[in-house]
């Protein structure tokens, strides 16, 4: 019998191009908890200490935040963009 492993997306968010197509691509969609989700496989790429030096949010709180059925602050999601280096506009 086979194992499967779990598939991390952080792994394949190596490079700046990779991770504006990828959150494009999930804006598109729509769907809260995806971009919930792929907000959360940055935070690991950029680093969770570091995400949460920046945004002045506790490391728990911070894990939190990205988990399945998490409802955060709409102010929280743009602070942790920020310390990203994202932006939110309007096109």
Do not use: W
């Not at 680093?47 to 949010?57: R, W």
């Not at 506790?58 to 994202?86: C, H, R, W, Y």
């Amino acid at each position: 019998m086979q194992k499967l492993t779990d598939f991390d997306m952080s792994e394949y968010l190596d490079n700046q191009e990779a991770i504006m197509e990828y959150l494009s691509q999930v804006l598109e969609r729509g769907d809260q908890d995806e971009f919930l989700r792929a907000l959360g496989y940055l935070v690991k790429v950029k680093g969770m200490t570091q995400i949460s030096k920046e945004t002045g949010l506790d490391i728990e709180s911070l894990d939190k935040t990205f988990q399945k059925g998490a409802d955060p602050e709409f102010s929280t999601i743009v602070s942790v963009m920020n310390a990203m280096g994202f932006t939110l506009q309007i096109k």
